[in-house]
């Protein structure tokens, strides 16, 4: 019997896609540094793996953990600045900004 993987859906395009807006000058910047860090922290990722696999001192692993911990917050934070400057640079009134600032700060509170 073989399985048939079936990709799933892509969410659906919205306004509110953060890094993805297509119409932010600054996205492309903030985009490809978030991308680089994130390929940091999987290098990171993939070098504890080798180091638990190889028996190191759990101090030694412990401290590279919080080395990619520390490394994922930074890029979380970073992705979260170029939404908030989004929201700012794309709202047509005071009261839309204030709303997409609000979000942001909602997904702040919920995830850092």
Known sequence: MTATLVPSPLPTPSRHVGLLHANNGVR?????????RLKRIEGQVRGLIEMVDSARPCEDVAQQMSAARKAMDKAFYRMMACTVMEAVSESASEVETFREVERSTRILEKYA
């Open 28 to 36: 492309t910047e903030h985009q490809r540094e978030v991308i680089n």
